[in-house]
């Protein structure tokens, strides 16, 4: 036995220094393009699955049924994934082909996966593969969306792909600031990113999966993508997007959709009244016992302190609403220099109250709220 074991360590030792030389003497092949041996790619794979199922024990699945989660999960692929792993009705580029190892289309595999897998996956990447993190980890509802669209995508055409994804409705008629000439000239293709999730018009594409931009306060709007773009407001999808945008741009999207006049929605009647009234009731007085102030002194409805850096809330779609709060309750969101003051009113409120004050301010008329 000690014979034996003493000829494993030997084995061992040679092996390790025979394989530091060809590492010393750059004989491994590291190109793309040589590919990996098979069994170093059936390792390699082996081990990526086995991983993941261990990290995604415990995650809970929350539900993925809403619309308008499938409609950001489709428009967050469109802009961020597509280009690696094509979409429908456009195939992988040449580049794509060329990487070790391609990136796979996602519709013939996604069912190979389970729900709270492909969540860990998309939040945490994959190492040695090129699939990057998402890039911030404070956003988990983001990527729950991208999920919800993920479990779609297998039963979509090309025509349903589109409609999801691709569709950034109508183009306003009127601008008072920025004529349709001008913001070609001077804003040029990223007023185009911008439409993919919140319109030419800034209504959120016809849709309430994101939130409204037209006519809401230009400095607002500025300064949000400046934290968007410094990492200090969190998102996985208006980070890469604002980062890579000069500031003069950053202003001029400002510029537009602050003077592009809102579309006047019309107000459906509330699902919840009551809950809808208890919103209101917070709004107007705050909860004092909790140190909550009353939302109206600077977000309305009524006279309101003007400061730029308060946004309109009233007509602003619910789901957007609550999932701001949310994020300031967990100190989570950043952005303008309230940001601090707000975390400290999220952290008075309960889930349900969040949800009252979101039902409230989106009962109200968007238009009347945002009109200059």
Known sequence: MKLFVRHLVLAAVLFALTAAILV????????????????????????????????????????????RMIIRGATYFSIGCAACH???????????NEMTPRAPPLAPVIGAWKIRELFWVVKNGIKYTGMPAWATAERDDEVWDMVSFLLRLPDL??????????????????RSAITNLELADRVGSTIEQCARCHGFDGMGRGTTAFPYLAGQKEEYLYRSLRHFANGD?????MEPV????????????????????????????????????????????GLQQKGVPACRHCHGPGNVAENPHFPHLAGQNEDYLRRQLELFKRDARGGTPYAPLMSQVAEGLTQEQMREVAAFYASLPYFASAAK
Not at 87 to 95: F, K, Q
Not at 233 to 237: D, I, K
């Open 157 to 174: 055409d090309v025509e349903e792909y589109r409609k999801l994804a691709y569709e950034p409705g109508p183009r306003p008629a009127q």
């Open 86 to 96: 094509g979409e429908p009705g456009n195939r992988y580029t040449p580049v794509v």
């Open 242 to 285: 604002a980062a890579a945008l000069f500031d003069s741009a950053m202003r001029q999207v400002a510029t537009h959709y602050a003077n592009t006049r809102p579309v006047a929605l019309p107000v459906q009647p509330p699902v919840d009244r009551e809950r809808v009234a208890r919103g209101a009731a917070i709004a107007a007085a």
């Open 233 to 237: 407001r969190s998102s996985g999808v």
């Open 24 to 67: 010393y003497a750059g004989v491994y092949n590291v190109s793309a393009r040589a590919g990996h041996l098979p069994p170093t790619a059936w390792l390699l794979h082996f081990a990526m699955r086995k991983s993941v199922r261990t990290h995604a024990i415990g995650i809970e699945v929350p539900s993925l049924d809403d619309t």
